[in-house]
């Protein structure tokens, strides 16, 4: 008679294995398993398998693969047959019978049906790494409302109705899910103090706070509208007279004001949820169009009663820049809305974070982005100056602009790193592009200053387009500090708000935690009374005698700040740069390995020292790249090099009787970046920054050399700038060195390795390298 239940009973069992679930053997790897757990769940999925035992199908594969695919679980169930982590070692849940000598047995689990989790909750399931690196840091732009529960818990089946009905109302208003299953992520419930299911959790800028009440819809949307700081919407009424007060703030917080008008008398959760999301961007104001004291306010902007409306003011509060208004209001237009309004025509910047969003690092392959900035003071007398410079940005509107100003008195570093010995006693403008994370960035000065006039007006639009047409117009280069930020608040009130919220802690856990969640709280007081009397009583019993120091620990200790001093020191930059000689003329340049570059640096006994660390300083930035290497060739000992070289990369050879020109001109200061593998170089031309910088001698069309008049306009002077660094082959018998020129030579080296970097520099190639002979010396300039 007992046939028929123990075969239920083996089907029952053999269902809940694991492997067979899978279809998989006991010896089988990871690798296996998880082809065959992707290959179940394709098949088996809800939403593509119309079998109504699907569900209940895809539960069982997506359990058995999180024991299998657990090597601790995977041994627990090889070894008792345990499918639970919680359940103890050695009652296994499968084998509920005994032998029939010890009398016929079932295992009081047996009884226990799991209920089926809906499948919808599979998306809101959070895991222990998932909330730490995503759910933590999200929930300073949004709520969180999480829900612990467990496989047994009879409690979470009657809450889950309500659960449902909150989360299809407050999700699409932008709270966040999350369900933690205490038997699978008992590490996740512990970090949240969750120890009994069902618990219900709100979480707002990394702080977790407990519900307490009937789970009840109403209790717990008015639980996440507590969860919010209350200062976020600040309620805007013509008779109080703060609505003018409000839009006028934007000069002081740096930031566009927002008002909704809506005929509620509370303000929406939905417009809450979208000004803590943008909090730190817009601030937001509230007007109630039932309210009779607000009838001039509607009619000053015609504001339809019928639908909510959105006004977004920026610098002039008479006229609101954008405007929206629709019946339902839904977050995903808001969150638009607000998102393309973010900043002011002509934002402050008041921190680094602000800094990197409106002028941000210049990226390879994409449209350059330059920053026009206004130094200015905060006096009343630069208030004219100001407004013109706001006025120029609005009509000068382009994607590749971003116009802001700084106030000197707040931002004093940076302001000396752009004007270096200049007092700022009238506005200057600076337009720059920043080049790097760590500060470094191209910039150049506006003339004349800015003053607000129409003269100065059309210097600045003459010098935007001339910006775009040619991006070496910014030429000098700097690095600048951290801003300072004006907007934090100062240490005491920091310390209050955060004594503030570790204080409701302390009485949230001792009004409604257990013993388990007190003890740390009470350990801590305990150990400090331990620590405060023990203290007392040892300063009561002891004598206190003042001991000088031996002379040994103090030589000691003067030793070791030597030390440590000397540690400091001697940590030194350099760049180690080889020179071209017959041993290394080979292995760095014939057989150089592909994608590897050689910048050579041609020089003289007489400029070695100069030229070198000159070098050093301009291509120290770029010495961490693997691909460059750095060289120099001495052209006292190898005068006939460089000649060959160029010879062999013009199109038609130059004529003998030019030849002992060729090789007596001077190349003193040429860098060359050379290709080894596949026989090309690009040449850089010193640049001299002499009295007269448009009186060059030397010029170049290609790779043809003539003599040239010196008496020549501006505008071949610029074009001869420009071939210098775009590789043009030098003319011969062109040097007019002196001591200060010489080191002058490489002022605009930098800008040339950036454009190499970029691929942007003309190349010229040739059949064969020339050869050369000497020693090998390698040295390290110290930057």
Not at 659 to 684: I, M, P, Q, R
Not at 717 to 729: L, N, P, Y
Request: glycine share 4%.
């Amino acid at each position: 008679f007992l046939t028929t239940p123990l075969l239920c009973l083996y089907a029952h069992l053999c269902a809940l294995d694991p492997y067979k679930v899978l279809g998989v053997s006991r010896r089988a790897s990871q690798v296996e398993i998880k082809r065959a757990y992707k290959n179940l769940a394709r098949e088996w999925h809800p939403d593509k398998n119309k079998d109504p035992n699907a569900e209940d199908m895809f539960i069982k594969i997506s359990k058995s693969y999180e024991i299998l695919s657990n090597e601790e679980r995977r041994s627990n169930f090889d070894r008792y047959g345990q499918m639970d982590e919680n359940q103890p070692f050695g009652q296994s849940q499968h084998h509920g019978f005994r032998h029939f000598d010890n009398s016929f047995y079932f295992d009081e689990s047996f009884f226990h049906f799991p209920r089926s989790r809906d499948f919808a909750d599979s998306k809101y399931m959070l895991h222990h790494a998932q909330f730490n690196s995503d759910i933590l840091p999200d929930s300073y732009k949004r709520p969180y409302l999480i829900k612990v529960t467990s496989e047994w818990c009879f409690a979470c089946i009657h809450i889950e109705p309500v659960w449902k009905e909150t989360v299809v109302e407050l999700e699409p208003l932008g709270v966040g899910i999350g369900i933690v299953d205490m038997g699978s992520e008992r590490r996740l419930a512990n970090q949240l103090g969750a120890y009994r299911a069902p618990s219900i959790i709100g979480l707002v800028n990394g702080r977790m706070t407990f519900f307490h009440q009937h789970v009840v819809r109403e209790h717990l949307r008015r639980f996440v509208e507590d969860l919010l700081p209350h200062n976020l919407v600040e309620r805007v009424t013509i008779d109080d007279n703060n609505y003018q007060a409000f839009l006028d703030r934007w000069h002081v917080e740096n930031k566009p004001s927002l008002l909704l008008f809506d005929q509620v008398p509370v303000v929406p959760l939905l417009y809450k949820l979208t000004a803590f999301a943008f909090r730190d961007y817009i601030r937001f104001g509230y007007v109630d169009q039932g309210a009779t004291t607000n009838t001039k306010l509607l009619r000053q902007f015609n504001i339809n009663t019928y639908a909510p409306t959105m006004l977004l003011f920026k610098e002039d509060t008479e006229k609101p820049v954008d405007i929206i208004q629709a019946r339902g209001m839904k977050k995903q237009l808001m969150d638009e809305f607000v998102t393309n309004n973010k900043f002011l025509q002509v934002p402050r910047l008041v921190n680094q974070q602000l800094f990197d969003e409106l002028c941000p690092v210049k990226q390879f392959h994409r449209r350059r982005k330059y920053c026009v900035l206004l130094i200015t003071g905060e006096d009343e007398a630069f208030l004219p100056g100001n407004k013109a410079f706001v006025d120029f940005a609005t009509t000068n509107k382009k994607d590749i602009l971003r116009f802001t100003y700084v106030y000197q008195r707040q931002q004093q570093p940076l302001c000396q790193a752009l004007l270096p010995n200049q007092a700022a006693a009238f506005p200057q403008v600076v337009i720059l592009e920043r080049r790097s994370q760590a500060g470094r960035v191209l910039f150049r000065s506006v003339s004349s200053g800015w003053n607000g006039s129409q003269e100065d007006k059309y210097r600045l639009h003459e010098q935007l387009e001339l910006l775009q047409k040619d991006p070496t117009y910014l030429s000098s280069d700097t690095t600048l500090p951290e801003l300072n930020n004006e907007m934090a608040p100062i240490f005491i009130i920091q310390w209050m708000n955060a004594a503030y919220d570790y204080i409701l802690q302390i009485y949230d856990s001792l009004l409604y935690s257990n013993w388990r969640e007190m003890m740390p709280i009470l350990s801590l007081i305990f150990s400090a009374l331990f620590i405060l009397f023990g203290t007392v009583i040892i300063q009561a019993f002891s004598e206190s005698k003042p001991q000088k120091p031996k002379p040994k620990e103090q030589n000691a200790t003067q030793t070791e700040d030597d030390a440590s001093s000397r540690a400091n020191t001697s940590r030194k930059d350099f760049v180690e740069v080889t020179e071209l000689t017959d041993v290394t003329y080979t292995s760095n340049l014939v057989k150089l390995r592909p994608g590897q570059i050689n910048v050579v640096l041609v020089l003289t006994n007489a400029s070695k020292n100069a030229l070198l660390r000159k070098f050093a300083k301009e291509v120290f930035s770029f010495s961490g790249t693997q691909t460059l290497h750095f060289s120099f060739l001495n052209a006292d000992k190898h005068r006939h090099w460089m000649p060959s070289l160029l010879r062999s990369a013009c199109p038609a050879g130059p004529s003998e009787s030019h030849s002992d020109d060729e090789e007596s001109s001077d190349y003193t200061g040429h860098v060359l970046a050379l290709n080894g593998h596949k026989k090309y170089f690009c040449l850089f031309r010193p640049v001299f920054t002499g009295d007269d910088p448009d009186d060059s001698s030397s010029d170049s069309s290609d790779c043809k050399r003539k003599s040239r008049p010196r008496s020549r306009s501006s505008s071949h002077s610029r074009s001869r700038s420009h071939s210098r660094e775009d590789g043009g082959v030098p003319k011969r018998g062109s040097s007019r060195p002196t001591s200060i020129e010489v080191h002058h030579k490489l002022d605009r080296l930098g800008l040339w390795m950036e454009r190499l970097m970029e691929g942007t520099l003309p190349r010229l190639y040739v059949s064969l390298w020339p050869t050369l002979n000497d020693a090998s010396i390698k040295i390290s300039i110290n930057i």
